[in-house]
């Protein structure tokens, strides 16, 4: 009644989930990258503004 999947069924099954999940998730992805350059470049104008008042 019920057939076993062939070794590359499952690979093929496996790569998909995979490559939908990547896809589903990249906009959170970008959007975490983006905020983490913000963060980067606010830290960097901090400290250069800390140090011209030294």
């Given at each position: 009644?019920f057939?076993?999947l062939?070794?590359?069924q499952?690979?093929l099954?496996?790569?998909?989930g995979?490559?939908g999940?990547?896809?589903?998730?990249q906009?959170?992805?970008?959007?975490y990258?983006?905020d983490?350059?913000e963060l980067?470049?606010?830290?960097?104008?901090?400290?250069e503004?800390?140090?011209?008042?030294?």
């Open positions: 009644m057939r076993r062939t070794f590359p499952l690979l099954a496996s790569v998909l995979i490559a999940g990547i896809y589903i998730y906009p959170i992805f970008e959007q990258s983006r983490q350059k980067k470049e606010k830290l960097k104008l901090a400290q503004s800390e140090e011209k008042k030294s």
